[in-house]
C-alpha cells in the first residue's frame, strides 16, 4: 500500500485541474489494488462481501470529493485531508477483518473518533486533554471486553469532526498520542526499508535493518538506546513530533523491525546508558531533559524547532 496516499493526492491534484479522467484512473487502480488484497486473505465469504462492498462506498467517497474539487476548481486543506485520509481507512478496515480471521478479537476504529486536533490542513496539532476524554470513552470499554482496536494513524479530527491530517508520516504521532493518553507501559513502532517499483507500488522489503543505526553504519550497529532529545533530530525515521506526547510521562518509545519483530530495536526513553550490554538495557542514568508543561509553550517550542511540518 506505499504509493496509496500519493496516488490519493495526485489524484486530488488532477481534480483542482478538472481531469476527472485521471480521477477514474487512480480509483480503479486503487479499487483492483485492494480486492486483490482482500481476496488473497482468503476471508469468510460473508466477511469478504461486507468488506467488499464497504470499500466500493469508500470509493464512491472519493470520486465524489474529487467532483466537489473540481467544481470548485481548487483542492482545498479540508478537501485534501479527507481524500488523502481514505487509503488509511482503508488498509485498516482490511487488517480488522483479517484479525477477526485468526480469531483475534479487532474492532476498526476511525481515529477521527478518538483524536482531537486544531483545525491545521495538513499539520493539524493533537489536544491531549480531548484526546484523552474522547480515549477513554471509546477505546477503554473496548479493550475491558478483550477487543484489540485497529486504529487508523495520520488521522484526526477537530471539534466540529471534520477530518484533518497530521503530516506524512503522522502515523508515528497517533501511536505516540494514544499511548500517552492511555499511560501505556511503552510504545512500539515496527518500521522497514522497501523498495518501490516503476509504478510506485511496493517491490520487495529489505531485511536487516533494526532500529535506528548511525548513518553510514551496517544493520549491525543499531543503536540499542537514545534519549527522547537525540531522536527528535532524527531525520526520516520518525514525524517529527512524536516524541513530544511521551516525554513529560517518560513512556518510553521502542523502534523495531517489522521483519525480526522479535529483535529489540533501539529504545528511546529519558535516559542515557552508562554501559551496555546487548540484549539486556542496563540501570541508566537520568539525563536533563526539560519539556513545556503547557500545551501553548509545547507547541510553541515544536514550531520553532521543527517550522511548518508538512
Not at 15 to 44: C, E, I, S
Not at 51 to 66: K, R
Not at 129 to 137: G, I, N, V, Y
Request: aromatic share 6%; proline share 5%; glycine share 8%.
Amino acid at each position: 500500500m506505499m504509493s496509496v496516499t500519493n496516488r490519493l493526492i495526485s489524484a486530488s491534484e488532477a481534480a483542482a485541474r478538472g481531469d476527472m479522467k485521471q480521477v477514474t484512473t487512480t480509483k480503479n487502480f486503487l479499487f483492483d489494488l485492494h480486492h486483490k488484497t482482500v481476496k488473497g486473505l482468503n476471508l469468510d465469504p460473508v466477511e469478504h462481501m461486507d468488506l467488499m462492498g464497504w470499500l466500493e462506498l469508500s470509493m464512491g467517497d472519493l470520486t465524489a470529493s474529487c467532483e466537489r474539487v473540481a467544481e470548485l476548481g481548487l483542492c482545498t486543506g479540508q478537501h485534501s485531508d479527507f481524500i488523502s485520509s481514505l487509503g488509511e481507512r482503508w488498509s485498516t478496515a482490511i487488517m480488522a477483518k483479517y484479525l477477526r480471521k485468526l480469531d483475534v478479537p479487532a474492532a476498526y476504529v476511525l481515529a477521527s473518533e478518538i483524536l482531537v486536533t486544531d483545525s491545521v490542513a495538513g499539520g493539524a496539532t493533537p489536544d491531549l486533554e480531548l484526546t484523552k476524554q474522547a480515549t477513554m470513552e471509546r477505546l477503554v470499554p473496548l479493550l475491558q471486553e478483550g477487543i484489540l482496536p485497529c486504529i487508523t494513524g495520520f488521522i484526526g479530527a477537530d471539534q466540529s469532526k471534520t477530518i484533518t491530517t497530521l503530516g506524512r508520516g503522522g502515523s508515528d504521532l497517533s501511536a505516540s498520542v494514544i499511548g500517552s493518553v492511555l499511560e501505556a507501559d511503552e510504545v512500539t513502532m515496527y518500521k522497514v526499508e522497501s523498495v518501490a517499483a516503476e509504478d510506485g507500488t511496493l517491490a520487495s522489503w529489505k531485511p536487516g535493518w533494526i532500529g535506528i543505526i548511525p548513518k553510514g553504519s551496517t544493520p549491525n550497529e543499531t543503536i540499542p538506546l537514545m534519549s527522547y532529545v537525540e531522536a527528535t533530530q532524527l531525520k526520516k525515521v520518525l514525524h517529527p513530533s512524536t516524541c513530544y506526547p511521551l516525554m513529560e510521562k517518560e513512556i518510553p518509545l521502542r523502534v523495531g523491525n517489522t521483519l525480526d519483530f522479535l529483535h529489540p530495536g533501539t529504545l528511546i526513553a529519558n535516559k542515557t546508558p552508562k554501559v551496555y550490554e546487548w540484549p539486556t538495557l542496563p540501570s541508566a542514568a537520568p539525563v536533563d531533559v526539560r519539556w513545556a508543561r503547557s500545551k501553548a509553550a509545547a507547541r510553541a517550542f515544536s514550531t520553532r524547532r521543527f517550522g511548518s511540518i508538512t
